[in-house]
Structures are given as structure tokens and as C-alpha cells.
């Protein structure tokens, strides 16, 4: 059984800047990928950052150049910076991690960007 626990969610203002932080229970080298996806109200699940076991990185054209996925292989940790934030940003945002098929899903955090 795999757990994925996310962190850092919170009220932003528009400009801001949070830091998720996902937290996995197993060695994330074991993955294919890990990812960041988002849901707002009313709207379906989206991908927003993705990265490969080795290293590749893809995001959702909404937040090029203002998100970043990075990991930690020593603590097992999958982050994603988010810079410029705007009001439609705001959505619970999911921990995923990709293997041979399987993906796992942490139970998400709220980010809310508004003044």
C-alpha cells in the first residue's frame, strides 16, 4: 500500500507564491512518474505538472512558466512551486504517482488565490 500526503495548500493572494509538498511512503524511484493534478468546483480533474523517473518534465499551458515539479529521492518528497498566482488557479490539488498501470492518489490539498 502506497500513501501520498500533501502539504502546503492555503488562501493566496493573486501574485502570490505557495509550495505543495507531497510526501510518499515509498522510495519514489519505484515510480514511472509523479505528478501534480488539480480540480476545481464543478470541473473535471486536469494534469497540471508531470515528471518522469527520468527527470522530464510537462505542465498544463495554464501554468508554464509559473509552476514547478521537482522531487527528493533521498526524502521521498514530490514539490511543486507555484509562482503568479491567479484566482483560477484555485482548486484541491492531488499528489499522483504512476506504476506499471497503477496510480496513486493522495487525498489533496486546497489552494485558494483570491484578495
Known amino acids: 500500500q502506497v500513501q501520498l500526503v500533501e502539504s502546503g495548500g492555503g488562501l493566496v493572494q493573486p501574485g502570490g507564491s505557495l509550495k505543495l509538498s507531497c510526501a510518499v511512503s515509498r522510495s519514489i524511484a519505484s515510480f514511472n512518474d509523479m505528478g501534480w493534478y488539480r480540480q476545481a468546483p464543478g470541473k473535471q480533474r486536469e494534469l497540471v505538472a508531470l515528471?518522469?523517473?527520468?527527470?522530464?518534465?510537462n505542465y498544463v499551458d495554464s501554468v508554464k512558466g509559473r509552476f514547478t515539479i521537482s522531487r527528493d529521492f533521498a526524502k521521498n518528497w514530490v514539490y511543486l512551486q507555484m509562482t503568479s498566482l491567479k484566482p483560477e488557479d484555485t482548486a484541491v490539488y492531488y499528489c499522483?504517482?504512476?506504476?506499471?498501470?497503477?496510480?496513486?492518489w493522495g487525498q489533496g490539498t486546497q489552494v485558494t488565490v483570491s484578495s
Open positions: 515528471i518522469t523517473y527520468d527527470g522530464l518534465t
Open positions: 499522483s504517482a504512476y506504476q506499471s498501470g497503477a496510480n496513486y
